[in-house]
C-alpha cells in the first residue's frame, strides 16, 4: 500500500489492486478479477440504489480492469451518471471512464453529451475544463456536431478564466482536427491570432498550437500572426533567462513556447516586410549564438531545452532555404553535433542534415562531413543512429561521390543490422542507377548487392537489373560476362542464378565467342545451379534453356535431353511441367524461322518509374523520402531517361507481371508484339466521360487472335485480360494494377452491359480482379465498352476501353474435307453472304505466323483443301443463343506484292463482313 | 502532436496509457506490443529516439519505469524528452518522490495530472507551479464539497 493517498482514498480500491499484484499466475489473476466483475455486476443490478462514493468505486475497479488489458462490456450508463454528481471526485472519475472506455456509442453519447453541456454552462471553471477534457478526449463526430459552435465563443469570451482558455483552445483544435467541415471560421478568428499577445504565457502556449493547425489549413486568413510570432519570439529571446518566472525551464526561457513561435513561421514563407524579417533574422542569430555560449547548467534538461529550440530554428532556416549565410552557419552548427559525445544529439544533427541536404545553397557544405558520416556509419554503436547515417549519406549522394558512398554502403551491408538490410539494399539499387555514368559499374553493384546480401534484394531490385541490360546494349556483352563468373561461384544466392539464367538466355550469344564461355559451357554452368533451386527459378531457367535452343542450335540434342527427362517432364508441379513438355515440343516441332520469332531477344522495357523507388517510399511511409529531394537532384543521362532510345514505347510486351513474358502465353500462340502503339494515353485531367470517340482499341485488335495479355498500360495503370470461351460462353477476368505507389480511391468500372461492382481501392502497387461472365446472344459487331473511373491524388481519371469480345471467339472449329468444303463453299453464293478484302501485309508474311494467328482466331485450320499450297483455308461455327453461323475462310497471301486477299463466306451477311473487317487488321 | 504516451516497467507491465487519437483495441494493442518489445530491447546509453513507421518514438527510462511517446514527424524530440521529463517532475511534485507503486495504486491521479498537463497531444501549461496549483485545487474543492454536501439540510 503507497505511502501517500491524497484526496479522497478509495480503501476498496486499494485492496482489490493488491489482490492483483498478489496474484502468482496468469490464471489466478485471471480467477481473482471474474470474482470482481460478478460483485460489481451484482451491485450495480441490485435492488438497493448505490450511493455516489459505490458507484464511484465500482466504476474505478472496472477501469482498472480494462487498463488490465481485459474487457469491459458494461458500467457505462453508472459512469454517465457519474457525471451529473455535483460531487467533484465523483464527476472526475465518471469523465475518466467515458474518456479511456466510450467510442461513439450513440446512445450514450446524447447522455454524455447533456452532462457535457450543463457543465460548460456552469461557469464553475474546474467543471468547464473537465467537460472540455472529455470533448478532446472522446472527439467523436457527435461532440463535434452539438459543440463546434460553442467552444469558439468560450475560447475568445472577455470573461473566461484562463485555465478554461488554454483548454477551449486544444480542445478546439482536437475537434479542427477530426471535422474541420464543422469548425465554421468567423469572428473569433482573428481574436484568436490575438492570443498571441495575451499576457498569460500558458494561455499563448496552448493557443498557438491551435493557430498553428488553423494557419496550415488558412494560410490567407491568418498570415497576421506572422509579425505577432516575430515579435513575440524576439521578446523571449532577447529575456533574461529568470523574466519569465515559471516558464523559464532549467535556465532557458520558455522552451516550448519558443519552439511552437518557430513551427507557426514555418507555416509561412519569410516575411516580406523588412522590419520583421530583420528582427526574425536577428532572433535566428541569437539563438545560434547562444548555442555556442557556456552552458548555464550541467543539467541535460537545460541543454536538451535549449538544443531543441536550436533544432526548431535550424529547421526554420531550412524552410526559407533563402539566406545563405544562415545556411552555412546551420550546417556548421550541426558538423559540430555530428561529433557530439551526447548520442541524442548525433541523430537529430543527422536527421536535420538530410533536409540541409537538399538545399542547393548548402548542399556543399553538408557534404564536407562526407568523412564523419562514413565514420559514423562504420562506428555508431545505436543502430537506429546507423540508420540516420545511411540515410544522410543517401541524401547527399550526387555525382561526384556516388561512387564512394555506394562502395561503403556495400561494405557496411555485410555486417548491417538484419532490420535495415532491405533498406540499404533499395537504397544502394536506387543511388547505382542514378548515378551510373558507366553502367558496367552499375551491373557490377548489383551483382555485389546480390552476393552481399542476397536475401535483401527484393524482386523489384533484380527485375530492374535485368530491364536496364535489356534497354541498354552497350550492357549487354559485359552483364553476360560478368554473370558467367558470377555464377563460378560454388555458393551463389539463387537470386543470382535468376539474373544469370535470364541474361545468358538473353545476351549468352555476346559471350559465346570465347571458349571459355561456350554454349555448353554456359548451359552446363546454369543447369549445376538448377537442383539447389526452388521452383520459380527452375521455371525461370527452363525458359533460358529454350532461348539456348534458338541461340545456339548445337545445343538442342543436350536441352532436350533435359527437358525430356523425368524430373522434368513428370514433374509434380504443375508449371515446370507444362514448359517443358511446351518447351520440349516447340524445340522438336517449329521450324528455326518459327523458333526465332517466339524467343526472339527481348524488346526494351517502356520508360518508367523505377519500381524500387516506389517501393522505398513505401517502406519509409509517405513523406519519408522527399520527392523534392528525387526531383530536385536528378541530373542528366538518367538510366532510360527518356528520349534516349526513340521508340522504346512503341512496341513493348507486357512490362511488368512476369518479366519473363513467356509465361503468360503458350509459346505457340505468342504473336511478336504487334507494331502499333500499345501505350496510347487516354487520360484527360479530371475531363468528363470519355466520348466514344477517343475509345482506345488498338489494345482491342491484338486481341482477335488470342484470349490473354495486356490490354491497355499507361503510366498509372494496367489492365490485363485472361479469358476463356465454350460454345456461346465466355468469360473474361480482368486485372486492374495499380503501377503507382499511391492508392486510387472510388475506382469504378462500368460497362454498356451488367457488371459486378469492382473493389473501390486499389491500393499503390497492387492488382484488383474482376470477372466477367458473357453470353452471345446474337451475332454482334459492336464491342462492347468498358468505362474506369477512379481518383488518383486528386484529378478523376477517366477511361474507355473496348472490351475484346470479338464475335469469333465464339468459333467453334470444323474440321472438314476438301469436297465438303468446296460444297458449303458453293452454298454461300449469294453475293451478300461474301465479304472480301484486299489489303497490304502489315507484318512479315510468315507462314508459321500466319498459322497461328488462323488458329487463334478459333477456326480449324483445313490442310490439303485449297490447290494452292499457299493459301490458308479455315472454316468453323459461330455459337450464338439464339443460332449458329457457318463461316468458311480464305486468305490468299501474295508474296511478291506484299498483299493478301482474305473471303469470308457466312449464312449471315454481318458476319462476313464483322470477320472480314476484323481479321484484315490482323496480317 | 503527440499521438499516444505509454508507461510501462522492465517487465514490459503497461502501467499508464493514454491515446492522443481515436484507435481500435486492436490497434493499441498492437502499439503497445511493439513498444514494449522495441524500447526494452535497446541497451543502455542508446539514444532515446526511434524511427516506427511514420511516427518518431521517443522514450526514457526513470528508475523502473519506461515512459514512451509517439511523435508526428514535425515535432521535436529534444523537446518531446522534456515533456516526459516534465511529467515526471509533475508526479514527484504530487506524490513526493513518485515511484511505481503510487502511479498503480493511484492511476486516476497520475491520469488527472496529465490531463492538467497535456490535451489532444499538444501542451496544455508547461509551469509547474500552475498545474500543481489546479491539482490541489481540485484536491481541495473536493474535500470542501464533500464538507459541503455531508453538512446537515436545513
Known amino acids: ?923 | 502532436m503527440m499521438r499516444f504516451l505509454l508507461l510501462f516497467s522492465r517487465q514490459g507491465k503497461l502501467r499508464l496509457q493514454k491515446w492522443f487519437l481515436p484507435m481500435t483495441e486492436r490497434e493499441k494493442k498492437k502499439i503497445i506490443r511493439d513498444m514494449t518489445t522495441m524500447v526494452l530491447a535497446r541497451k543502455p546509453r542508446t539514444c532515446n529516439f526511434l524511427h516506427w513507421r511514420d511516427l518518431k518514438i521517443v522514450y526514457k527510462r526513470y528508475a523502473s519505469l519506461y515512459f514512451c511517446c509517439g511523435l508526428e514527424d514535425q515535432d521535436n524530440e529534444l523537446l518531446a524528452l522534456e515533456v516526459l521529463h516534465r511529467y515526471v517532475e509533475l508526479l514527484d511534485k504530487y506524490f513526493g518522490s513518485v515511484c511505481e507503486l503510487d502511479i498503480i495504486f493511484n492511476f486516476e491521479k497520475a491520469y488527472f495530472i496529465l490531463d492538467e498537463f497535456l490535451m489532444g497531444g499538444e501542451i496544455q501549461e508547461t509551469s509547474k507551479q500552475s498545474i500543481a496549483k489546479s491539482i490541489e485545487a481540485s484536491d481541495m474543492l473536493q474535500e470542501t464539497m464533500e464538507e459541503y454536501m455531508s453538512k446537515p439540510a436545513f
Not at chain 1, 819 to 836: H, I, T
Open chain 1, 1 to 923: 500500500m503507497p505511502a501517500v493517498s491524497k484526496g479522497d482514498g478509495m480503501r476498496g480500491l486499494a485492496v482489490f489492486i493488491s489482490d492483483i499484484r498478489n496474484c502468482k499466475s496468469k490464471e489466478a489473476e485471471i480467477k481473482r478479477i471474474n470474482k470482481e466483475l460478478a460483485n460489481i455486476r451484482s451491485k450495480f443490478k441490485g435492488d438497493k440504489a448505490l450511493d455516489g462514493y459505490s458507484k464511484k468505486k465500482y466504476v474505478c475497479k472496472l477501469l482498472f480492469i480494462f487498463l488490465l488489458g481485459h474487457d469491459i462490456d458494461f458500467g457505462h450508463m453508472e459512469a454517465v451518471n457519474l457525471l451529473s454528481s455535483n460531487k467533484y471526485t465523483e464527476k472526475q472519475i465518471g469523465y475518466l471512464f467515458i474518456s479511456v472506455l466510450v467510442n461513439s456509442n450513440s446512445e450514450l453519447i446524447r447522455l454524455i453529451n447533456n452532462a457535457i453541456k450543463n457543465d460548460l454552462s456552469s461557469r464553475n471553471p474546474t467543471f468547464m475544463c473537465l467537460a472540455l477534457h472529455c470533448i478532446a478526449n472522446v472527439g467523436s463526430r457527435e461532440m463535434a456536431e452539438a459543440f463546434a459552435g460553442e467552444i469558439p465563443r468560450i475560447l475568445v469570451a472577455g470573461d473566461t478564466m484562463d485555465s478554461v482558455k488554454q483548454s477551449a483552445a486544444l480542445c478546439l483544435l482536437r475537434l479542427y482536427k477530426t471535422s474541420p467541415d464543422l469548425v465554421l471560421m468567423g469572428e473569433w478568428t482573428s481574436r484568436v491570432v490575438h492570443l498571441l499577445n495575451d499576457q498569460h504565457m500558458g494561455v499563448v502556449t496552448a493557443a498557438i498550437s491551435l493557430i498553428t493547425c488553423l494557419s496550415q489549413k488558412n494560410p490567407d486568413e491568418f498570415k497576421t500572426c506572422v509579425s505577432l510570432a516575430v515579435s513575440r519570439l524576439s521578446r523571449i529571446v532577447s529575456s533574461a533567462s529568470t523574466d519569465l518566472q515559471d516558464y523559464t525551464y532549467y535556465f532557458v526561457p520558455a522552451p516550448w513556447l519558443s519552439c511552437k513561435l518557430l513551427r507557426l513561421l514555418q507555416c509561412y514563407p519569410p516575411p516580406e516586410d523588412g522590419a520583421v524579417k530583420g528582427r526574425l533574422v536577428e532572433c535566428l542569430e541569437t539563438i545560434l549564438n547562444k548555442a555556442q555560449e557556456p552552458p548555464k547548467s550541467k543539467k541535460v534538461q537545460h541543454s536538451n531545452a535549449k538544443n531543441a529550440i536550436l533544432f526548431e530554428a535550424i529547421a526554420l532556416i531550412i524552410h526559407y532555404d533563402s539566406e545563405p549565410n544562415l545556411l552555412v552557419r546551420a550546417c556548421n552548427q550541426l558538423g559540430q553535433f555530428l561529433q557530439h559525445r551526447e548520442t541524442n544529439l548525433r541523430y537529430l544533427a543527422l536527421e536535420s542534415m538530410c533536409t540541409l541536404a537538399s538545399s542547393e545553397f548548402s548542399h556543399e557544405a553538408v557534404k564536407t562531413h562526407i568523412e564523419t558520416v562514413i565514420n559514423a556509419l562504420k562506428t555508431e554503436r545505436d543502430v537506429s543512429v546507423r540508420q540516420r547515417a545511411a540515410d544522410l549519406l543517401y541524401a547527399m549522394c550526387d555525382r561526384s561521390n556516388a561512387k564512394q558512398i555506394v562502395a561503403e554502403m556495400l561494405s557496411y551491408l555485410e555486417t548491417a543490422d538484419y532490420s535495415i538490410r532491405e533498406e540499404m539494399v533499395l537504397k544502394v539499387a536506387i543511388l547505382a542507377e542514378k548515378y551510373a555514368v558507366d553502367y558496367s559499374w552499375y551491373v557490377d553493384t548489383i551483382l555485389n548487392l546480390i552476393r552481399i546480401a542476397g536475401d535483401y534484394v527484393s524482386e523489384e531490385v533484380w527485375y530492374r537489373v535485368i530491364q536496364i541490360v535489356i534497354n541498354r546494349d552497350d550492357v549487354q556483352g559485359y552483364a553476360a560476362k560478368t554473370v558467367f563468373e558470377a555464377l563460378q561461384a560454388p555458393a551463389c544466392h539463387e537470386n543470382m542464378v535468376k539474373v544469370g539464367g535470364y541474361i545468358l538466355g538473353e545476351f549468352g550469344n555476346l559471350i559465346a565467342g570465347d571458349p571459355r564461355s561456350s554454349p555448353l559451357v554456359q548451359f552446363n554452368l546454369l543447369h549445376s545451379k538448377f537442383h539447389l533451386c526452388s521452383v520459380p527459378t527452375r521455371a525461370l531457367l527452363l525458359s533460358a534453356y529454350i532461348k539456348f535452343i534458338n541461340l545456339f542450335p548445337e545445343t538442342k540434342t543436350t536441352i532436350q535431353e533435359v527437358l525430356r527427362c523425368d524430373s522434368q517432364i513428370r514433374n509434380s508441379d504443375v508449371e515446370l511441367q507444362q514448359r517443358a513438355v511446351e518447351y520440349l515440343k516447340l524445340s522438336s516441332i517449329a521450324s528455326t524461322d518459327v523458333l526465332a520469332t517466339v524467343l526472339e531477344e527481348m524488346p526494351p522495357f517502356p520508360e518508367r518509374e523505377s519500381s524500387i523507388l516506389a517501393k522505398l517510399k513505401k517502406k519509409k511511409g509517405p513523406g519519408a523520402v522527399s520527392n523534392e529531394l528525387e526531383e530536385g537532384k536528378r541530373e542528366g543521362g538518367e538510366l532510360n531517361g527518356a528520349g534516349e532510345r526513340p521508340g522504346d514505347s512503341s512496341s513493348t510486351p507486357s512490362p511488368s507481371a512476369d518479366l519473363l513474358g513467356l509465361r503468360s502465353a503458350a509459346p505457340v500462340s505468342a504473336a511478336p508484339p504487334s507494331a502499333g502503339s500499345l501505350l496510347v494515353d487516354v487520360f484527360s485531367e479530371a475531363g468528363p466521360a470519355a466520348p466514344a470517340a477517343s475509345v482506345n482499341d488498338d489494345g482491342f485488335l491484338r486481341f482477335v487472335c488470342k484470349n490473354n495479355g495486356v490490354l491497355f498500360e499507361n503510366q498509372l495503370l494496367q489492365i490485363g485480360i485472361k479469358s476463356e470461351y465454350r460454345q456461346n460462353l465466355g468469360r473474361m477476368y480482368l486485372f486492374y494494377g495499380n503501377k503507382t505507389s499511391v492508392q486510387f480511391v472510388s475506382f469504378t468500372t462500368t460497362l454498356n452491359v451488367q457488371l459486378k461492382p469492382v473493389d473501390p481501392l486499389v491500393e499503390g502497387g497492387a492488382q484488383v480482379q474482376q470477372v466477367i461472365n458473357i453470353e452471345c446472344i446474337t451475332d454482334f459487331s459492336e464491342a462492347p465498352i468498358l468505362n474506369i473511373k477512379f481518383r488518383y491524388g486528386g484529378a478523376l481519371q477517366n477511361l474507355s476501353l473496348k472490351l475484346p469480345v470479338t464475335i469469333n471467339k465464339f468459333f467453334q472449329p470444323t474440321e472438314m474435307a476438301s469436297n465438303d468444303f468446296f460444297q458449303r463453299w458453293k452454298q454461300l453464293s449469294q453475293p451478300q453472304q461474301e465479304a472480301q478484302k484486299i489489303f497490304k501485309a502489315n507484318h512479315a508474311m510468315d507462314t508459321e505466323v500466319i498459322k497461328a494467328k488462323l488458329l487463334g482466331l478459333g477456326t480449324a485450320l483445313l490442310d490439303k483443301v485449297d490447290p494452292n499450297p499457299e493459301n490458308f483455308v479455315c472454316a468453323g461455327v459461330i455459337q450464338t443463343k439464339s443460332q449458329q453461323v457457318g463461316c468458311l475462310l480464305r486468305l490468299e497471301p501474295n508474296a511478291q506484292a506484299q498483299m493478301y486477299r482474305l473471303t469470308l463466306r457466312s449464312s449471315k451477311d454481318t458476319v462476313s463482313k464483322r470477320l472480314c473487317d476484323l481479321l484484315a487488321e490482323q496480317f
